[in-house]
């Protein structure tokens, strides 16, 4: 069975520094790879999608993820955070117009 | 830009009373979607359209939900009788026809059960 673990449940961050959001699979084939952000009380916005060639993936709003095969990762980074990057943050792997498995998501907090 | 709409946007209802959510793909996928999400969880499948065919829904809770897409486009869930733990955002969801596609969700409808 497909699975997706997001270690950290919260994340605090000073506007400005680095980011680095944590996310392992459990998949039996090659994954396709997403990561979604959420805004209170919103639906889900596609940042980036992995699915297959170059495994550093490049994103909206600056947001990049790296594709670990040996690993199974697909951790999500922002070189510089801003005060409106404050959301949840879901990694989720599935295949082609398939199901999507989610993680538990992680809540980003950044301070001034 | 295109999007899913979702409506209602909010719903509050009676435990044991009917309520039924609506879903409007982008135009031209063939692939439905509908996820639930408890509140500090990450959305968990509840059925999969292909056009009007059901392809997945191992998921949905058949004895109160049920789901249809008759015409192959717009969606209705439907949960009767609604219970407290029915609470949730539920999430429509659309992908187009092809290999490398993803899924755009719409805003979702927030159910509160009381």
């Known amino acids: 069975a497909q699975s997706v673990t997001q270690p950290d449940i919260h994340i605090t961050v000073s506007e400005g520094a680095s980011l680095e959001l944590r996310c392992n699979y459990s998949y039996g084939a090659t994954p396709y790879l997403f990561w979604y952000v959420q805004s209170p009380g919103q639906g889900l916005q596609l940042l980036l999608k992995y699915f297959s060639g170059d495994t550093l993936v490049q994103g909206i709003k600056g947001f990049e993820a790296e594709f670990k095969r040996s690993q199974s990762s697909f951790n999500l980074r922002k070189p510089s955070v801003h005060w409106s990057d404050a959301a949840e943050y879901f990694c989720?792997?599935?295949?082609?117009?398939?199901?999507?498995?989610f993680g538990q998501g992680t809540i980003l907090t950044v301070h001034p | 830009e295109a999007e899913v709409a979702q409506s209602p946007r909010y719903k509050i209802t009676e435990k044991s009373q009917a309520v039924a959510f609506w879903c409007d793909p982008i135009?031209?996928?063939?692939?439905l979607y509908w996820y639930r999400q408890i509140l500090g969880q990450g959305p968990e499948l509840l059925v999969q359209f292909q056009d009007e065919s059901v392809v997945d829904d191992s998921q949905l809770p058949k004895d109160r939900f049920s789901a249809e897409r008759l015409k192959g486009v717009d969606s209705t869930l439907k949960i009767q009788p609604a219970e407290l733990g029915d609470s949730a955002m539920y999430l429509c969801?659309?992908?187009?026809?092809?290999?490398?596609?993803?899924?755009?969700f719409g805003q979702g409808t927030r159910l509160t059960v009381v």
């Open positions: 969801a659309s992908s187009p026809t092809g290999q490398n596609t993803e899924a755009f």
């Open positions: 135009s031209g996928h063939a692939t």
């Open positions: 989720a792997v599935g295949r082609a117009r398939g199901k999507l498995t």
